[in-house]
């Protein structure tokens, strides 16, 4: 079935990803994630080989796992970014499977030992029923015993490190200034990014769903999951006041 059309929403604009990737996407990211993708394996404990990078983005994830043997589908629904992973994998002569779809559609019953979402890249929507269902194809997709990891900046890590505003600046002379503004009570937070580049300027705006640990363990509980944990790093360390990111991960059935 063809799923309904939706209102336009600020992921939805190619040009973001394209004028954001140096920032987003540096070489250094693609380095780190080889330690990333290895510690996150020591937490999954996968029991099979196929593996699904959800929302992989241009595939920095997914071209480690298939370096280290695993059958892997990425999934992404932005055309630019997918064309970088292609074009990553054919350079190191790995059989990737990338697949153009929305999370909010993407679901393969039974079909996966490990699923991944990393980066932020769960609580883009801007209503959270989506987020649940985006939980629910996961669940699906896994086979039992299957083990999924969602990696992000949990909000009560946002809360101790919030700056409403901060400077980046890259190599070539490129500029980015961050805006951020907390909104809905603390459950969603909006980014402007104002990037400045040989006189000229564009602005983006980012908008992600906040989510506690005890909030995100709720998700996963909720559809099906369960043995959730929640990690303060990707070493396993508690989620506790010196948590650098929210990780969870949790079993099906």
Avoid at 35 to 41: G, I, S, Y
Avoid at 196 to 207: A, L
Wanted: aromatic share 12%; with cysteine.
């Amino acid at each position: 079935m063809k799923p309904a059309k939706r209102k336009e929403e600020w992921f939805d604009q190619e040009s973001l990803w394209v004028e954001t990737y140096p920032f987003l996407f540096p070489e250094a990211r693609f380095a780190a994630a080889v330690e990333t993708v290895d510690k996150a394996l020591v937490l999954l404990q996968p029991q099979g080989n196929a593996a699904l990078d959800l929302a992989c983005g241009p595939g920095r994830c997914s071209i480690v796992l298939a370096k280290r043997g695993f059958k892997v589908t990425g999934v992404d629904r932005t055309s630019f970014l997918l064309e970088k992973a292609k074009d990553r994998s054919e350079s190191d002569r790995l059989k990737i499977e990338w697949v153009l779809k929305d999370m909010r559609d993407f679901s393969r019953p039974g079909a996966f030992d490990i699923a991944l979402s990393m980066f932020t890249s769960f609580g883009y929507f801007e209503d959270p029923r989506e987020d649940v269902a985006v939980l629910e194809n996961v669940f699906a997709s896994l086979r039992p015993g299957g083990s999924f990891l969602v990696e992000l900046n949990g909000k009560e890590v946002l809360a101790r490190r919030y700056l409403p505003s901060s400077v980046d600046e890259l190599p070539d002379g490129s500029v980015l200034i961050e805006r951020r503004r907390i909104q809905d009570d603390w459950s969603r937070i909006h980014t402007d990014w104002f990037i400045m580049k040989d006189g000229k300027s564009e602005t983006f705006g980012f908008q992600l769903t906040l989510y506690s640990g005890q909030e995100l363990r709720d998700r996963l509980e909720q559809v099906g999951f369960v043995d959730v944990k929640l990690y303060g790093n990707m070493d396993g360390g508690p989620y506790n006041v010196d948590a650098a990111r929210l990780i969870a991960v949790a079993r099906k059935p």
